[in-house]
């Protein structure tokens, strides 16, 4: 059977990390699981180390997620967030799919932990966009083969878009499966700036990145939120000349 490796990058995830580990250990008994730690300054480190290995990365996901690779031993490598909830029969068709040699990698059918029109219309799309243009995001739980992950070498360092561009990269290399099983993410970012507003925001967010932009200025961009004016740090006031 193949060896499978569960990398979750986590910063700061107190509230969501026990539970998440506890039942990817439940559901996947014989995976390795691996959790990334970016500096978090919360218990995010302690609650995990109850469930799996736990180790420190310098912050930013992709630098998380290429860390955590290094230490893994699996063939498959399986990137999922501490805040999204994976359907057990996941695994089985995660190696089902992976029996293809052409097969490079892929994903699962993304769902939100609610249900509204707007979330189930960005969790169509999502789902649509994997399908058609081979673009999968992290919270449709990455996975890749391990050969051509270290092909690669590994997740791009950008500060935002990495598995955007790794998606990307990957299906020049071969096909990418999107798999039947769920990932349930959480809509909690997505609900506190109103879905639709960020669903607008998301797609002008990758524009930007497509135009060429700077993938750090788009991440501060994302982390200002959906304001059409981000809010910006005052200039000092000028000290008069004696």
Known sequence: MTQVSIIVPALNEEAAIDRAASRLCR????????????????AT??????HATVITSERGRA?????????????????????????????????????????????LTLRFDRRTPAL?????????????????FGDQA???????????????????????EMSRRLHRRGPLRLLPATSTASSRRLTAHGTWRMIAFMQYLKLLYFAGADPEAIRARYAAGPRLFPK???AAPRTSRP
């Open 63 to 107: 630098r998380q997620m290429n860390e955590g690779a290094r230490h893994a031993s699996g063939d498959i490598l399986w990137f999922v967030h501490a805040d999204t909830d994976i359907a057990p029969e996941a695994l089985d068709q995660i190696r089902a799919a992976l029996t293809d040699p052409a097969v490079v990698g892929g994903g």
């Open 45 to 50: 480190a302690e609650l995990a180390a109850a």
């Open 27 to 42: 559901d996947f008994p014989d995976c390795e699981l691996i959790v990334v730690d970016g500096g978090s300054t919360d």
């Open 120 to 136: 189930n219309y960005l969790a169509w799309t999502s789902n649509a966009r994997a399908r058609r243009l081979h673009h999968i």
């Open 232 to 234: 910006r740090t005052p």
């Open 142 to 164: 990455m996975f890749i083969r391990r050969s051509a992950f270290d092909e690669l070498g590994g997740f791009p360092d950008l500060a935002i878009m990495e598995d955007l």
